[in-house]
């Protein structure tokens, strides 16, 4: 199954050369404490993947095994003053034989230090040298489902869900084991199961016990279960007349829901709501506000568990910028959630762009525990069919400076640290589970960034290129990156210089610049990017929407001058003229010609970059990628010629000199 995919970046293919030797050296037994006989399922877990990884990476040489002359200790216990989820790997000696051995805060520790250590050992280090002392930044790094339980997968690009609901809970999938050991290997530790659109059936005790088998299978994995639960369940599922959240009979309905999920799921996460917010109910249907619906609901878990409440809102009826709308809600009612609520907040005030600047709400609620919502599946990116690395982006949100520090810097990640990181999952029933073999990339990187933001996109995109891929050096220099340039390259050929929601409609594929006759405004690409005869952006500065005064004031003035403010982001705060000139000598109107081009240009060279690599690659995988990029190719310039032509029929004006003609 590794080369179509399945493996992921657990494909642990066999070493070679001296890291081959090194490893057939140390050959260690793996041992696992117990306590009078009984293994703890997580211990046991962790030592299995260890045998089934050292096993893989030997190759041909581990008939041989085992020759027994290291150890691998998994211990994990008595050092209870540390983080649960800290591990530690340390050398020991043992009566002249070579060990190293795993400890931590708790038994979930040990799953984390054994995929740690198997992460070393695939990239070919030295097990002697090996120490490690790793904890996560972030208390929770969860994965979002957008899954429907008919298998459909909202913004899904990689089949039909993965949760098979329907035979569920007497069969579980291998698929579900393989998933977790996926997550656990990358330090996710908390899945919301279904989509945030929920449908409130599944509360009801079916679904309960369905739930309760994946949550047994996911223990062991350190991963909790979360549900997405539709507000107005008690009122759908149960014929309460209201699902107001100060009725008391709607608050003892919650309570009694939440204790029969806890007695079947005793460590259940707790509930995912997308209240009031495109159609979904919620408290404001009953004039009360967000905080008295999530504390509600926190109310009814207890300190059992959390009520993650999502500031994704606008509505349809505001003539106010779409993009301050969450900000407008949510930040008056700081200090008004209850302690075991979270707030998550998507990346960028509108959704999950290209580019967006980080959202305004950060750093701005200071007494509310604050999530960050990244999208892993690629909504407005080209799907699973075009190849954009997304750990820069992620980069550029967890290490923007809020400005809310007074003089220090306060980035985004030091905002969510206390609290977490959720990404909404690209996982689907496609054999490589994420529709394309790149997108396995985003999947790896979400997870890593939520367990150290501090980690390069270079390094990230290195160790999941030489785990997937191939570790030789030649490989690495040329794949890495071209992964590193490839989310930039989807922003110039799609929405350059602050650009946003140019996409066709619904669906999200593909150029849409031109429409303007969706019956809700902020539908329109036309709404964001304000184009006409004279310039193109939206003007959220004082003269405009003013949507720049929910930045602290630091930031605000950086960004107040079309000037001083980073081109990356100009269009999306200053409507300017087409022939403003910019820093780079050219005029705006050039300057976007020239981003398209480049984009175009640089998938090209992406292109041109994997044709070379095909000795590095299954003939498998090595096609299937060629043949995405060829897809890319030639909607990149879809991409530019569709969004060009029609800049041109508003502002009249030729294509400089030098620019690609359309083809
Ligand atoms: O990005 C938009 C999507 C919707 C999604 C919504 C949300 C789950 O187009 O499909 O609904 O955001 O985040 O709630």
Redesign the pocket.
């Known amino acids: 199954r590794a080369e179509d995919g399945y493996g992921l970046w657990l494909r642990y293919a066999p070493l070679e050369g001296e890291a081959l030797e090194r490893l057939a050296r140390f050959d260690p037994e793996i041992r696992i404490n117990d306590h009078a006989g009984y293994i703890d399922p997580t211990l046991a877990a962790a030592a299995d993947e260890l045998a089934r990884g050292i096993v893989s990476l030997l190759g041909d040489r581990a008939k041989a095994r085992p020759s027994g002359n290291g150890i691998i200790e998994v211990a994990c216990e008595g050092m209870m003053d540390m983080n649960p989820e800290r591990f530690i790997v340390t050398p020991f000696r043992e009566a002249g034989r070579r060990g190293l051995r795993i400890t931590g805060g708790d038994y979930g520790a040990c799953i984390y230090g054994a995929f740690g250590l198997l992460r070393e050992l695939s990239l070919g280090h030295d097990p002697a040298s090996i120490t490690l002392d790793e904890a996560p930044a972030m208390p929770l790094r969860m994965l979002n489902h957008?899954d429907n339980p008919d298998g459909h997968v909202?913004?899904g690009y990689a089949g039909r869900s993965i949760f098979d609901w329907w035979h569920l809970p007497d069969r579980l999938d291998q698929r579900m084991i393989d998933y977790a050991r996926a997550n656990a290997s990358i330090g996710i530790n908390g899945v919301a199961v279904n989509?945030?659109?929920a449908r409130a059936f599944m509360l009801e005790p079916d679904y309960i016990a369905k739930l309760a088998r994946l949550a047994d299978a996911w223990r062991p994995y350190g991963i909790r279960v979360f549900l997405s639960a539709r507000f107005s369940a008690p009122v759908d599922i149960c014929g309460l007349a209201t699902a107001d959240p100060l009725d008391p009979a709607v608050a003892a309905w919650w309570q009694a829901k939440a204790d029969e999920i806890y007695a079947a799921i005793p460590d259940f996460g707790g509930f995912l709501v997308?209240a009031n917010?495109?159609g979904q109910p919620g408290p404001q249907d009953y004039g009360r506000s967000h905080a008295d619906g999530a504390n509600m609901l926190a109310a009814a878990l207890g300190d059992r568990g959390t009520v993650i409440w999502?500031a994704?809102v606008y509505s349809a009826d505001d003539e106010t910028d779409r993009a301050m709308q969450a900000y407008n809600e949510f930040v008056p009612l700081d200090g008004q959630f209850a302690d075991n609520v979270i707030v998550q907040v998507k990346n960028g005030p509108v959704?999950?762009q290209p580019r967006e600047p980080f959202h305004p709400m950060f750093g701005a609620m200071p007494n509310t525990h604050l999530m960050l919502e990244a999208?892993v599946t690629k909504?407005y990116l080209g799907f699973a069919s075009h190849l954009a690395f997304l750990a820069p982006m992620w980069e550029e949100v967890l290490d923007a400076d809020t400005g809310h520090g007074g003089t220090v810097v306060r980035t985004v990640a030091q905002v969510v640290a206390p609290v977490g990181m959720a990404g909404v999952a690209n996982t689907g029933s496609d054999r490589n589970w994420t529709g394309s073999d790149f997108d396995q990339a985003n999947w790896y990187a979400f997870g890593r960034l939520a367990w150290n933001p501090q980690l390069s996109s270079d390094q990230i995109a290195r160790e999941w290129a030489a785990q997937t891929f191939s570790r030789d050096p030649q490989f690495l220099g040329a794949a890495v990156p071209m992964m590193l340039e490839s989310r930039e390259a989807v922003v110039d050929y799609m929405t350059p210089l602050g650009l946003a929601h140019q996409m066709a409609t619904g669906h999200?594929y593909g150029p849409g610049p031109w429409v303007c006759d969706l019956p809700r405004p902020e539908w329109n690409p036309c709404y964001y990017s304000r184009a006409d005869a004279e310039g193109i952006g939206f003007d959220r500065s004082a003269t405009g929407s003013n949507a720049l005064g929910q930045y602290a004031s630091a930031i605000a003035a950086r960004w107040s001058d079309p000037e001083t403010i980073d081109p990356a982001l100009l269009l999306w705060f200053h409507h300017v003229g087409w022939n403003h000139q910019m820093r780079s000598g050219r005029t705006l109107w050039e300057e976007l010609v020239w981003h398209y081009d480049r984009g175009a240009a640089k998938v090209d060279t992406m292109a041109e970059t994997w044709s070379t690599l095909s000795e590095y690659v299954d003939e498998e995988r090595f096609r299937a990628v060629s043949e995405m990029l060829a897809i890319q190719q030639r909607e990149a310039r879809w991409w530019r010629d569709a969004s060009l032509a029609y800049w041109q029929s508003v502002n009249g004006l030729s294509l400089p000199a030098g620019a690609e003609p359309p083809a």
């Open positions: 957008w909202e913004r989509n945030v659109n997308k917010s495109e999502r994704f959704d999950f999208q909504e999200h």
